[in-house]
T-cell receptor, first 114, second 114 residues
Framework: AQTVTQSQPEMSVQEAETVTLSCTYD???????LFWYKQPPSRQMILVIR??????QNATENRFSVNFQKAAKSFSLKISDSQLGDTAMYFC???????????FGTGTLLAVQP | DTGVSQDPRHKITKRGQNVTFRCDPI?????LYWYRQTLGQGPEFLTY????????KSRLLSDRFSAERPKGSFSTLEIQRTEQGDSAMYLC????????????FGEGSWLTVV
């Protein structure tokens, strides 16, 4: 069975600084997708970034980038130039294999301090 | 593209009553998902549809829960004989066909059972 682990329940970063959120996963599949979702206090889940496992190049979206290490089954999220609006719960998620359901980690609560 | 919409956004009900939530997916999306999320936790998969067919159900979906998507468009999630443990956010999401396509979430329906 696939699992997603986020080992940092809470993190804090100063505005304009860089922070990295960790995620590891376990799967026997070779073809899968990984996502980072953001859930602000308003609670709508918003896609931040996605990575296809067959692509070696790390995905980037403006200030957000990932470090995808397939052999290590690691998928960390780097947020550069942190902004107050980045304060949210961040979830790492996996989808792949025969199932089409997203499997989520337990989340990391990120607080951006002014 | 109006996004995934859910109704009602909030529902307070007495234990033992039935409740029904509605989800309207993004118009061209053929897959629709239901998740449950409790405070401080990641979303847990409940069930998903491809068009009108319900293809997978979690063991979390007890006999008191039923989901339908009669015409392959909107979906309903009904909880019969609600219990206090059913209090949670019920999230709906939709996507296009393949498992690699991004899953978009609605704002959720928050249920409180008193």
């Amino acid at each position: 069975a696939q699992t997603v682990t986020q080992s940092q329940p809470e993190m804090s970063v100063q505005e304009a600084e860089t922070v990295t959120l960790s995620c590891t996963y376990d799967t026997s599949e070779n073809n899968y997708y990984l996502f980072w979702y953001k859930q602000p206090p308003s609670r709508q889940m918003i896609l931040v970034i996605r990575q296809e496992a067959y692509k070696q190049q790390n995905a980037t979206e403006n200030r957000f980038s990932v470090n995808f290490q397939k052999a290590a089954k690691s998928f960390s999220l780097k947020i550069s130039d942190s902004q107050l609006g980045d304060t949210a719960m961040y979830f790492c998620a996996f989808v792949g294999g025969a199932t089409n359901k997203l499997i989520f980690g337990t989340g990391t609560l990120l607080a951006v301090q002014p | 593209d109006t996004g995934v919409s859910q109704d009602p956004r909030h529902k307070i009900t007495k234990r033992g009553q039935n409740v029904t939530f509605r989800c309207d997916p993004i118009s061209e999306h053929n897959r629709l998902y239901w998740y449950r999320q409790t405070l401080g936790q990641g979303p847990e998969f409940l069930t998903y549809f491809q068009n009108e067919a319900q293809l997978e159900k979690s063991r979390l979906l007890s006999d008191r829960f039923s989901a339908e998507r009669p015409k392959g468009s909107f979906s309903t999630l009904e909880i019969q004989r609600t219990e206090q443990g059913d209090s949670a956010m019920y999230l709906c999401a939709s996507s296009l066909t393949s498992s690699g396509n991004t899953i978009y979430f609605g704002e959720g329906s928050w249920l409180t059972v008193v």
